[in-house]
């Protein structure tokens, strides 16, 4: 009787809802209790985060003070100390910079001599920045100090004054008012009865929140100045505030160096009422649970048949396993009711659902930015070819072959304008052939696409039901829906704001072009028009140079017209510059860059380059191919050009002419994709792609530079029993929290990755020799014990590894290095197995 009693599901629930009766008062204490330290240690963790945030925003705001100084010093007009210009600069650069209250100058003898407000010339040697700038000729922070200007509280950064030779002539300072900059930290981070302060070196107060204006300039608490100083450089204590009101301080001290003193203490408290809160919320939630959930465990082991449970355990059990071999589409079909295998129904079929949409669109972005990818490589493509050759004929049956990869056509023709002649001529065509509409081919601009594009700047697309209507609306149209075209696309040529032509796609199957093959088009479009252009501007100089030597005004108007950055170089030097080539260098006239040799715009790696296409310019008088290079503006900043030329005749002397396009957004994007394929989007390491590449470089570095190497494989252990367990969310957590230890243990300079499931492998460049493996193993380990110390999971987090050590003197290829790192790793994990049994 008694067997048969246990064999039943509903009386083992009820047995083990009687059963959980006995501990529930000691489990419920020590709940409460753990509870208690969790929250408070959580609450103080916030406490550390909200302070770190002010920290972030004061340090950002300091590296920037610090650079405009920096900038600001080496001004002419600063270390001439011309005060009739630097006032005008730092009124201006003042209203510019709301941060500073004031800007200011003084000369080596600590005089007053320029600022941006007004002033009286006074002496302010004596001052703790002054001090520190002589001492220290670096960057330097002041104390609590009334400004001379401001006639208020501020607090100074200042940055020495060098002539040329290095030699002291000044001091360039900032004030700042931070009471004004208090006022901009988000207090609204805080809970009620809060409190915030800055105070400097000695103790003084700068700011404070709340009742700030009756403490700013006065001593701080010394026994909060105690706790602040004595201990580490920031950290937590518990004190009372002025308003007797115990609170939780987190404090932080900022020094300017490493080795400097302190010049400033942040502080940030919370009432420990507010802290405790949440501590006290969480047991009275814990306590209605615990009822709450022991009535239903005893009132539902009454109800539930045990034919229902077994039934829906079983469904669910199945759908589980088949979820768990890959098939996504699985679901329990069981309804979704309140009880709780509908509830567990629900949640297994909402699991499945969402894995099936995270697949589905994992599978749309992997599509998409493979899509975007081919885009950026064939208009890359398209872009290199138009601009290789100034003879734009030369490669248009190219350019159709790549332009056929992103938009699927059976004819493609460039059709071009010639306002004069009121006509339109077919310049290109690739595809289905159509009489009287052959490359060459002339006819009448009314009634044509070309007239409609007159006043038109986006392109058009005609289905289908529309082509027939508008054949017969447009004659020259008609041979093209004769010929069995059915979706017509066209977008204008435009160059300078004039449509110059335009380029036609046609295609014999019905609806086969988007509004997103529109965009590409004009992109496409905007190409050819500038190569277009440019092959007209370089013709149209040909002739002007043959016929008109002696008059250089034309060469200069075409130049000035053309839709490129466009300069003219005799001798290796700057002649003659178009107004887009003055803004390309960052000048503010021709005037700074005319007679200045051209390689000091060149990036240094780009300099021999050049030498050789001076040479080929000016000694062989031959043109040269276009390249992709770096150029520096006048301020040093780098950009990606191409840049084409060609040999020419200016003012009577050999010279060269240049057209140069600036493609830095194009190289960043191309970049930006590169980086995306190599990384693991779950954990942002890189992926099996990105390990083996980087690896392959620096196995043949190492080689060169006879230098030994760790590869270290790694294993997630038990990540099927968690998914498994409990659900593939906590699993991918489980990987991402591999991922955190990995970049804990090994250092940024080394390559960590996610092969694919739970194997991940680390290349530590250099670590071999810094190191033994050993030590850094035990490392590995002692981050995996104190995550598992330091984080409440329902799992604790295990790896295995094997690691193999990279000998130039005996070198093996990656794939030999990954497998015997990778046997390693799984004789490990064998032994572990072995050790549990």
């Not at 005799?570 to 887009?580: A, H, I, M, R, S």
């Not at 990279?806 to 093996?812: C, E, I, N, V, W």
């Amino acid at each position: 009787m008694k067997a048969s009693f246990f064999k039943s599901i509903r009386a083992w629930l009820l047995f083990l809802a009687l059963l959980s009766m006995l501990p529930p008062m000691g489990i419920y204490i020590y709940s409460a209790w753990n509870s208690l330290d969790h929250d408070l240690e959580e609450s103080q963790n916030d406490l550390r985060r909200v302070l770190q945030g002010f920290a972030f925003e004061h340090e950002s705001g300091v590296t920037a003070t610090r650079q405009f100084l920096i900038t600001l010093s080496r001004l002419p007009d600063v270390q001439n100390l011309n005060t009739l210009a630097t006032d005008k600069i730092l009124r201006d650069l003042l209203k510019r910079n709301p941060l500073y209250a004031n800007i200011f100058i003084l000369d080596a003898e600590g005089m007053f001599i320029s600022s941006a407000e007004p002033f009286t010339p006074v002496s302010l040697k004596k001052r703790k920045y002054f001090h520190d700038v002589l001492k220290a000729m670096d960057f330097s922070a002041g104390e609590y100090a009334v400004g001379v200007a401001l006639k208020r509280p501020v607090f100074h950064f200042a940055y020495p004054i060098s002539d040329g030779r290095g030699r002291f002539k000044g001091v360039v300072a900032v004030a700042v008012d931070l009471s004004r900059s208090g006022q901009r930290l988000s207090m609204a981070k805080l809970p009620e009865g809060s409190s915030f302060s800055l105070t400097d070196h000695r103790g003084v107060a700068l700011y404070r929140y709340p009742d700030g204006e009756q403490y700013i300039g006065k001593a701080d608490d010394p026994e909060r100045m105690k706790n602040m100083s004595a201990q580490s450089e920031e950290g937590i204590f518990a004190a009372l505030g002025l308003d007797r009101t115990r609170r939780y301080y987190a404090y932080k001290r900022f020094r300017l160096t490493e080795t400097s003193p302190v010049y400033l203490y942040m502080r940030v408290g919370i009432p420990e009422e507010k802290v405790l809160a949440n501590a006290k919320r969480t047991l009275t939630i814990s306590a209605v649970l615990f009822g709450l959930a022991l009535f239903i465990s005893l009132f539902s082991s009454w109800l539930i048949a045990k034919s229902v449970i077994v039934k829906k355990l079983r469904r669910l059990v199945e759908t589980a396993n088949r979820l768990g071999q890959g098939d996504l589409a699985m679901r329990t079909g069981l309804l979704h009711g309140k009880d709780d295998l509908g509830e567990l129904a629900q949640s297994f079929d909402a699991m499945a659902g969402r894995l099936e949409a995270k697949e589905r669109e994992e599978r749309r972005s992997r599509e998409a930015a493979e899509r975007l990818a081919e885009e950026m490589s064939v208009i890359a493509e398209i872009g290199r070819l138009i601009g290789s050759t100034l003879v734009i004929e030369e490669v248009y049956d190219r350019f159709a072959a790549e332009a056929r990869k992103l938009i699927p056509f059976d004819r493609l023709n460039v059709n071009l304008t010639d306002y004069q002649e009121n006509a339109v001529t077919i310049a290109y065509v690739s595809g289905t052939e159509i009489p009287h509409r052959r490359a060459g081919d002339s006819f009448s601009l009314a009634g044509s696409v070309n007239e409609t594009f007159q006043h038109r700047r986006t392109g058009l697309i005609i289905d289908p039901e529309e082509a027939r209507a508008v054949s017969e609306r447009n004659v020259h149209l008609f041979s093209s829906v004769r010929a069995g075209m059915r979706s017509l696309m066209s977008v204008p040529l435009i160059s300078k704001d004039e449509v110059i032509g335009v380029l036609h796609f046609r295609s014999k199957e019905a609806n086969s072009y988007t509004e997103a093959d529109l965009r590409l088009a004009e992109r496409i479009g905007s190409q050819i028009a500038g190569a277009i252009a440019n092959a007209r501007l370089f013709a149209d100089l040909r002739k002007t140079e043959k016929s008109l030597r002696e008059s250089e005004r034309e060469i200069r108007l075409l130049i000035d017209n053309a839709p490129d950055a466009v300069f003219i170089q005799v001798g290796g030097c700057f002649t003659y510059l178009n107004q887009k080539a003055v803004q390309f260098f960052g000048a503010k006239s021709a005037e700074d860059l005319l007679g200045r040799p051209i390689i000091d715009r060149y990036h240094p790696d780009d300099r021999e380059t050049l030498r050789e296409r001076l040479r080929l310019l000016n000694e062989e008088r031959k043109p040269v191919p276009t390249m992709e290079q770096k150029y520096l503006k006048l301020d040093g900043s780098v950009i990606d050009v191409e840049v084409s030329a060609v040999p020419i005749t200016f003012e009577n002397s050999d010279a060269s002419l240049s057209f140069v396009r600036d493609i830095t957004d194009r190289k960043r994007m191309e970049e930006e994709i590169r980086e995306m394929s190599f990384r693991d989007q779950l954990t942002e390491l890189y992926n099996r792609r990105g390990f083996i590449t980087l690896a392959e470089q620096q196995l043949r570095a190492a080689n060169r530079a006879q230098r030994s190497m760790l590869l270290t494989f790694i294993d997630c252990d038990g990540l099927k029993w968690i998914n498994d367990t409990f659900g593939h969310e906590e699993g991918d957590r489980a990987l991402i929290d591999t991922a955190h230890v990995l970049r804990q243990t090994f250092r940024e300079a080394d390559i960590v990755a996610r092969l694919g499931g739970d194997e991940f492998a680390v290349l530590s460049i250099d670590a071999a020799e810094d190191r033994h493996p050993e030590e850094l193993l035990k490392r590995l380990a002692q981050n995996i014990h104190a995550f598992n110390a330091t984080d409440a999971r329902r799992y604790r987090l295990s790896m295995s590894w094997g690691t193999v050590v990279y000998d130039p003197h005996a070198p093996l290829s990656l794939d030999e290095l990954m497998s015997a790192a990778d046997e390693l790793m799984y004789a490990q994990k064998k032994e572990k197995s072995a050790r549990k049994m």
